[in-house]
């Protein structure tokens, strides 16, 4: 913000049945901010339509400091004034979608390579399938000619942000003598760098290979090619006593050991600070590091906003942008406040089992695309305490088990517990240390504990004293504000505060 467009401060009425402000946050940062009426003039009116790019807003007290800030979008001119509706810098994530492969494993998606790429390759004379291996036979009675190969490959998605950079496989051959398992990769067939795996010598031959591409490249492929100078014809045996097989073989496009989510998370930071450089901070020190290794992360003409929806799922994670348009990716109200209420009235409670899983397991493909289950978990707490095992199942894109049993305890964390829900009116704010703050300091993030619940309350109603919010919405014209919990914990269906309770 180089320059101050306008302070409607003094046209913004509060209190006084006109007007008004709402603003809200919900489980990504700031949400949306509306001025529903602010008088002027038509000649001002028409200055504020007319403001140039996507103004910044921001609103400020002397208490919290940064109250909301956002990006101007909508303005409306009205009857005696403008309508003004502007949004959190939380959209920046939603502004250019993000194309990009950062890691796949397995052979489901491989594909042999026709002679119309590359002229020698002609899976055509071999028995080939890519049903959990990469997988070529040698036919008896074929006879295949000097420089004649087979291969399998996989690229990178068109017009995506990465290359392919590091290669991993296990081998089962038996080639004819001086046969080669070679690597192939290009960036579009015309040119290209062709290590070897393993020289075949007729006899069965087992082993592991990975391989750092020197320049990373759109494409690669995994074959057999015959480097004998001569033709080579198999005259007995069966089809499928010579072949090679690649299994277990996994590519990325990061040099790194691990591709992990808060890797991913700062590139989505990049590259919407690379589009809009006025959007987004660069500032990714609010990224905290993950340590999980992701096996299969392929993004095509997806929002990073949703990418870092998936990222912060699997992990028991949350991201969003506050203060400094910066985005911070952390465990669940890891970086929130803790509040306290005393509440005035318990409208409405109620509980429900429709939604309980106490035990779980993940779903997935092991290295092979084999479907694999993991091991069932429960939460002994919540089975005790309903005498009852209601188990879900979790379905993972993967072929990592540690990344499918992430799956299953965050999916079991959010689901061990009974769905409670409540109407609770309170009237004041107060932080840890006893001080009084405006309603409005309440955040999605933050967590809320109600105080003055009686100490001899069931384990039932308890699990509602303590939650994390994830989404306020206050109204400057009543000073009221509704709070929703985390959706990850269902344990409120709904708060209402009123700075004077029982006004509704």
């Known amino acids: 913000m180089t320059r101050m467009l306008a302070d409607l401060?003094?046209?913004?009425?509060?209190?006084?049945?006109?007007?008004?402000?709402?603003?809200?946050?919900?489980?990504?940062?700031?949400?949306?901010?509306?001025?529903?009426?602010?008088?002027?003039?038509?000649?001002?009116?028409?200055?504020?339509?007319?403001?140039?790019?996507?103004?910044?807003?921001?609103?400020?007290?002397?208490?919290?400091?940064?109250?909301?800030?956002?990006?101007?979008?909508?303005?409306?001119?009205?009857?005696?004034?403008v309508s003004l509706v502007a949004f959190g810098y939380q959209r920046a994530m939603h502004d250019v979608p993000y194309t990009g492969l950062w890691s796949k494993s397995g052979s489901a998606d491989w594909e042999t390579l026709p002679d119309t790429l590359l002229s020698w390759s002609h899976p055509d004379l071999f028995e080939t399938d890519n049903n959990n291996r990469l997988y070529h036979a040698f036919r008896v009675g074929e006879t295949y000619d000097a420089d004649v190969g087979s291969y399998w490959y996989i690229g990178t998605p068109d017009g995506g942000a990465r290359k392919i950079t590091n290669l991993s496989l296990s081998y089962d051959v038996k080639l004819p003598t001086n046969w080669r398992l070679m690597v192939?990769?290009?960036?579009?067939?015309?040119?290209?760098?062709?290590?070897?795996?393993?020289?075949?010598?007729?006899?069965?031959?087992?082993?592991?290979?990975?391989?750092?591409?020197?320049?990373?490249?759109?494409?690669?492929?995994?074959?057999?090619?015959?480097n004998t100078g001569g033709a080579t014809t198999i005259?007995?045996?069966?089809?499928?006593?010579?072949?090679?097989?690649?299994?277990?073989?996994?590519?990325?496009?990061?040099?790194?050991?691990?591709?992990?989510?808060?890797?991913?998370?700062?590139?989505?930071?990049?590259?919407?600070?690379?589009?809009?450089?006025?959007?987004?901070?660069?500032?990714?020190?609010?990224?905290?590091?993950?340590?999980?290794?992701?096996?299969?992360?392929?993004?095509e003409d997806t929002y990073p906003a949703e990418i870092l929806d998936r990222l912060a799922e699997l992990h028991g994670y949350e991201w969003g942008v506050?203060?400094?348009?910066?985005?911070?990716?952390?465990?669940?109200?890891?970086?929130?406040?803790?509040?306290?209420?005393?509440?005035?009235?318990?409208?409405?409670?109620?509980?429900?089992?429709?939604?309980?899983?106490?035990?779980?397991?993940?779903?997935?493909?092991?290295?092979?695309?084999?479907?694999?289950?993991?091991?069932?978990?429960?939460?002994?707490?919540?089975?005790?305490?309903?005498g009852i095992v209601r188990r879900g199942v979790v379905n993972v894109n993967t072929t990592s088990l540690a990344e499918a049993q992430i799956h299953r305890g965050v999916y079991l964390d959010d689901r061990a517990n009974d769905s409670s829900r409540a109407e609770i009116a309170f009237s004041h704010l107060y932080d840890e240390a006893g001080g009084e703050f405006p309603l409005y300091a309440l955040r999605a993030g933050d967590t809320l504990t109600m105080r003055n619940l009686p100490p001899?309350?069931?384990?039932?109603?308890?699990?509602?004293?303590?939650?994390?919010?994830?989404?306020?919405?206050?109204?400057?014209?009543?000073?009221?504000?509704?709070?929703?919990?985390?959706?990850?914990?269902?344990?409120?269906?709904?708060?209402?505060?009123?700075?004077?309770?029982?006004?509704?």
């Open 235 to 299: 005259s007995t045996g069966s089809t499928g006593d010579n072949y090679a097989k690649v299994t277990s073989v996994r590519i990325k496009t990061t040099t790194e050991t691990s591709v992990l989510a808060s890797d991913i998370a700062k590139a989505m930071v990049n590259a919407a600070y690379d589009q809009n450089t006025d959007q987004i901070s660069a500032d990714k020190s609010l990224i905290a590091a993950t340590t999980t290794d992701l096996y299969d992360e392929l993004y």
């Open 456 to 504: 001899s309350v069931s384990a039932a109603v308890d699990r509602i004293r303590t939650f994390v919010i994830s989404e306020t919405a206050y109204d400057a014209l009543d000073d009221s504000i509704s709070i929703t919990p985390e959706a990850a914990t269902p344990s409120l269906d709904r708060l209402i505060a009123r700075r004077e309770a029982g006004l509704r």
């Open 184 to 226: 192939y990769y290009t960036d579009d067939f015309s040119t290209a760098t062709e290590p070897t795996i393993v020289t075949g010598n007729g006899s069965q031959q087992t082993g592991s290979y990975s391989l750092t591409l020197a320049t990373p490249r759109n494409y690669i492929a995994i074959g057999v090619y015959n």
């Open 9 to 81: 401060t003094g046209r913004v009425h509060l209190g006084d049945g006109a007007g008004g402000m709402r603003f809200s946050t919900n489980a990504h940062g700031f949400d949306a901010l509306e001025c529903p009426f602010i008088p002027m003039s038509l000649v001002d009116a028409f200055a504020v339509y007319e403001w140039p790019g996507t103004p910044h807003v921001v609103v400020t007290d002397t208490i919290i400091g940064t109250v909301w800030e956002g990006r101007l979008e909508d303005i409306a001119i009205v009857d005696g004034g």
């Open 322 to 386: 506050y203060e400094g348009q910066r985005l911070y990716f952390r465990e669940k109200g890891g970086g929130g406040r803790h509040w306290y209420v005393d509440v005035t009235n318990i409208i409405n409670l109620q509980r429900s089992l429709e939604n309980v899983r106490n035990s779980a397991y993940s779903v997935y493909r092991d290295a092979n695309g084999l479907t694999k289950r993991t091991a069932n978990v429960g939460d002994t707490g919540s089975q005790a305490r309903y």
